[in-house]
């Protein structure tokens, strides 16, 4: 009962981040929209006050290297754009192939580990994967944003001198 509840919940919770992915796309990005998700994330952590979510040094081990390797795939279909002065996420045709594969993948291997783990365990385990492919993938979406910026600014500055 409880994985199928998840699944379906894993399911409209991944269709809600393309929709507002695909929505973010057509507005100017900012430092704000990079880095709170994962700011907001972060209070899911406190899952882990409750015993049945608690996950082995193992199993934090095994969902943050696989969150991290998942999201280079993030980081490499994320970039951004400069239109009318201002910087956007530009629209990767692959991203929500992406997004959708990975929750596909999800779905089947929560199916698989949960005739071994306790299902409140496995929702610690894809949590922690969840944020650790999040944090990297902020922190590249960060730095590319700030040399964006800079080039914005520079480049006026720069042909106004002249």
């Known amino acids: 009962m409880w994985l199928i509840a998840s699944s379906i919940f894993a399911v409209v919770m991944g269709v809600s981040v393309i929709m507002i ?6 507005k100017p990005t900012s430092v704000k929209k990079i ?14 006050l409750f015993p ?3 996950i082995t040094p193992m199993e934090m081990m095994e969902s ?4 991290m390797l998942c999201s280079i795939i993030l980081i490499k279909t994320s970039r951004f754009e400069i ?3 201002e910087i956007y996420l530009k629209r990767s045709k692959a991203f929500v192939y992406i997004l959708v594969t ?13 005739t071994t783990i306790h299902v409140g365990q496995l929702s610690g385990m894809f949590f922690l ?3 650790s492919m999040i944090v990297p993938w902020r922190i590249a979406m960060y730095i590319q944003y700030k040399k964006m910026l800079n080039q ?9 001198s002249l």
């Open 21 to 26: 992915r695909l929505k973010a796309a057509k």
């Open 35 to 48: 880095i709170l998700p994962p700011i907001f994330m972060s209070t899911g952590s406190l899952m882990y």
């Open 52 to 54: 049945q979510f608690r």
């Open 64 to 67: 943050i290297m696989l969150g």
């Open 83 to 85: 239109r009318d002065n």
């Open 102 to 114: 990975l929750l596909i993948v999800r779905l089947i291997v929560k199916a698989i580990l949960s």
């Open 129 to 131: 994967l969840a944020f």
């Open 152 to 160: 914005l600014n520079d480049g006026p500055i720069q042909t106004n």
